[in-house]
């Protein structure tokens, strides 16, 4: 019998295609036109959300089967189904990014695909339908695909400075206590805001090195993105700075998360500072 690892190793290109697949689906609602509808949350959910959602459980399934699909718009549906969840699960948020999807924002949507194994996110997927590029975590570390072309995300050069990348909706002073109690404001650092779970991606290639999360998400906002960072030696921490995030949590609720590049890639005075304060911030 194959072990998990092989199995996805063996079924990789097709894998692929279910991410790339459920992007082609969702662009085409945004040509054609799509229905809107709101959720017991008052969170919105449209046509597309729900159309990729059915394909990318149907296809995981029959890919790989006999391992469970959790995802946002099933849990929505019915989140009692998930009580007793096996250690093994796809994680899968069909449309990351509904509301920009919803306001004509293209580039700030993306298709979620992660696999969860003991609490840790061991393979994930990442497409952006509009920018036609897929990332994606492998053993021998993450990769990109661009229209087509192949290549392996960038390495990280660190050393000196702090490079942070956070939510469109992160308030600046936010951003900058969290700057002043970590210590980082003696060395050269800088910001950006911005929408979407591609932010583990820019870290992934080494665009930002740290991403400060300081609100609640769900593991299907997360688990793709974790795995495609901790493929290229990046990690995750809780908000107690004690541990790596972990998943098939009750209600697959986080309550927030600093993720970073490879930590040996910051200095290790400034990495001792973010860790041992984030608990200051949630």
Same mark, same amino acid.
């Given at each position: 019998m194959k072990s998990l690892e092989e199995e996805i190793e063996s079924? #990789?290109?097709d894998l692929l295609g279910v991410a790339f697949g459920a992007g082609e689906i969702i $662009? %085409?609602? &945004?040509?054609? !036109? *799509? /229905?809107?509808y709101i959720k017991s949350d008052n969170s919105p959910v449209t046509d597309a959300d729900i159309a990729a959602d059915k394909f990318i459980t149907k296809n995981l399934q029959k890919i790989i089967p006999g391992i469970a699909v959790v995802s946002e718009e099933g849990y929505e549906d019915n989140p009692d189904q998930y009580n007793n969840i096996p250690d093994e699960f796809w994680c899968v948020d069909p449309l990351d990014g509904t509301k920009n999807f919803i306001e004509g924002r293209p580039d700030e949507f993306t298709v979620n695909i992660g696999l969860v194994a003991n609490k840790k996110p061991i *393979? !994930? $997927? &990442? *497409?952006?339908?509009? /920018?036609n590029l897929m990332y994606f975590s492998t053993p021998d570390g993450g990769f990109k695909i661009l229209n087509g072309k192949k290549s392996r995300m960038g390495e990280g050069k660190f050393e000196t400075d702090i490079n942070i990348v956070t939510s469109r909706r992160m308030p600046d002073d936010k951003i900058e206590d969290f #700057? %002043? /109690?970590t210590g980082i404001k003696d060395v050269s650092f800088g910001y950006k805001k911005m929408a979407g779970s591609e932010k583990f991606c820019y870290l992934a290639d080494s665009h930002f090195n740290i991403f400060p999360l300081f609100a609640p998400s769900y593991e299907w906002d997360t688990a793709a993105g974790h795995a495609i960072l901790n493929s290229v030696g990046g990690k995750v921490f809780s908000g107690k700075g004690e541990q790596e995030l972990e998943y098939n949590k009750k209600g697959f609720r986080n309550n927030g998360f600093v993720a970073m590049t490879d930590p040996k890639m910051i200095l290790p005075t400034q990495l001792s500072k973010i860790v041992q304060n984030l608990h200051e911030f949630f």
């Open positions: 079924n #990789i290109d $662009m %085409q609602h &945004l040509r054609n !036109g *799509f /229905k809107t *393979f !994930g $997927m &990442l *497409f952006v339908p509009n /920018k #700057i %002043q /109690k």
